[in-house]
Structure formats: structure tokens, C-alpha cells
């Protein structure tokens, strides 16, 4: 007779979109900015509530204050676009037991730890790509800002989240996933503090570093005086968000190497005399 093993593996693939929550988008759920995301999974159940997972996903995210609908932040005028690298491990509890002799749907929630690589830009008054972290938008890394250091394109995220699950015959799983990532850096859009003195800025990183740290004079009703160290380009209280909308596929097996025996009957290579 068949014994029912509790452990199973998932390996597969999702697709969705992504975006992003930070200092030039103050809306979780915007009516702009999707970017398809796409990843790979494995998973490995310890039973059939309660499994690890892993996986590695490339999204991009952006958002421009022209089409903010606050008036400050659109006459800011600032945007930016970041490609990210994600790699992410955590743990995944399903709320009812799936297998195939069991459950065929369940949610599920999940929840804990990645790393991921950003390098945002924006488009350059001549119409080409600028990335931002080296032009000091900031003051980051000039002797006159000590307090301000320049930021890595690495940084930790939390991942955490939620979804449905659904068995499809004996080797299927698919899944719809929403899951929302907290992260360990406020420049992931180069925006977080105040302006700095754009002449100095003009003197240590040059002509662009001063265009692209200060637009505001390229939007309309916007005082045309520089700003100054005062004042505020950013909300450095609170660290940027990206988050995921995703379907995944993924095969569904109870032991490495006996894919085939799913395949071609309901038990796989465990017996009992």
C-alpha cells in the first residue's frame, strides 16, 4: 500500500509586475509604474503546512513627479528608474494541508530575509540615461556633508507576503502571489534628505551632478532661486518599499529523482510490506 510521505519539493517559475513606495511615489497601489518582474523558486516542505523557500527575481521599478497629484512633489520634478536583483530566502506556511492525497488549494502566507542590487538613473536634460549615485545628488561623500556617506547598490529587503496555492493533477502547482519587500536603504529612487548647496555641488561633481540633484526650475510655478540646505528633497524617516504581483508555475514532487513515477502513477517509490 502507499505510504503518504509528508515532505515535498516545489522548483518553478513566476512572472508578474512590480513597483514601487517611496519618496516620489506616496501611494502603495499607484495608477502608474508597472514594470514586469519575473523569478525562479525551489521550495521544500517539511510537511504540508510549513516549508523553506528560496528564489531570485529581476524587476524594475520607477515613478516621475509629474505625475504626482501633490502639488510640491510635482513641482519637484524629480524621476528615476532602477533595475533590481533579488535573492531571497524565508519561511512559507500554508494554512491548509496541500498533497495529493489531501488539500488541492490552500493560502498561504510567508515571510523573511533578501539581499538585492539597484543602480536608479534618470534621463539627462540631453535625453540620455544618467545614473544618479555617482553625481552626489545629495552632497553624499563631499568633505562639506560628513554626515552624509555615499550609499551602496546593496542593500537588504524583507521580503513578506501572501498568496493562494493550487495542486493541478499530481505534479502542478500554481500560485497567485502579492508580496511586499521593506528595505534597508532610503535611495533606492536617490532621493532622501535635503538639497546641498548646488554650487558646491557644481565645483566636486560637476555641471550634470547639479541638473539632476535640482529640476525644480524646469517645472512650472516653481521659484526659480536655488534651494538651500534647508530644504527638503526627500522624507528620510522612512526607508523605500518595491513589492511583487505575481502567478507562478512550479512542479510539485515529494523526492528528488522520482518525477517520472508521478508522472505515471499516484504513488511514488515508497511502500510498505
Not at 527575481?57 to 520634478?77: I, W
Not at 560628513?146 to 493541478?168: E, H, T, W
Request: glycine residues 10%; hydrophobic residues 35%; contains cysteine.
Amino acid at each position: 500500500m502507499c505510504v503518504q510521505a509528508q515532505q515535498h519539493h516545489e522548483i518553478g517559475l513566476d512572472v508578474g509586475v512590480a513597483n514601487y513606495y517611496g519618496d516620489l511615489q506616496n501611494k502603495v497601489f499607484p495608477s502608474y509604474g508597472y514594470k514586469p518582474t519575473a523569478g525562479i523558486f525551489y521550495k521544500y516542505f517539511l510537511s504540508p503546512h510549513v516549508g523553506l523557500r528560496f528564489g531570485a527575481n529581476y524587476a524594475t521599478v520607477t515613478a516621475a513627479d509629474s505625475l504626482s497629484d501633490v502639488p510640491a512633489d510635482k513641482a519637484r520634478n524629480l524621476s528615476f528608474t532602477s533595475h533590481i536583483v533579488e535573492v531571497h530566502g524565508g519561511l512559507e506556511i500554508n494554512f491548509l494541508p496541500i498533497d495529493i492525497e489531501r488539500m488541492k488549494v490552500t493560502p498561504y502566507v510567508f515571510g523573511g530575509i533578501g539581499a538585492f542590487y539597484f543602480n536608479p538613473y534618470a534621463q539627462g536634460p540631453d535625453g540620455s540615461r544618467v545614473f544618479l549615485r555617482p553625481l552626489s545628488t545629495e552632497g553624499e561623500g563631499l568633505p562639506q556633508y560628513p554626515d552624509r556617506k555615499p550609499y551602496s547598490n546593496i542593500a537588504v529587503s524583507f521580503p513578506f507576503g501572501g498568496g493562494m496555492k493550487f495542486l493541478i493533477g499530481k505534479t502542478l502547482v500554481v500560485t497567485t502571489e502579492l508580496g511586499f519587500r521593506y528595505t534597508t536603504t532610503d535611495y533606492l529612487d536617490d532621493v532622501s534628505k535635503s538639497y546641498v548647496n548646488l554650487d558646491t555641488l557644481l565645483t566636486y561633481r560637476g555641471k550634470l551632478a547639479q541638473q539632476m540633484s535640482f529640476r525644480g526650475n524646469k517645472a512650472a510655478n516653481w521659484d526659480k532661486n536655488y534651494p538651500t540646505y534647508t530644504n527638503q528633497r526627500g522624507n528620510s524617516s522612512q526607508n523605500d518599499w518595491y513589492w511583487f504581483g505575481s502567478v507562478g508555475v512550479a512542479i510539485y514532487f515529494r523526492t528528488l529523482g522520482n518525477v517520472k513515477d508521478y508522472l505515471q502513477g499516484r504513488c511514488p517509490v515508497f511502500y510498505s510490506k
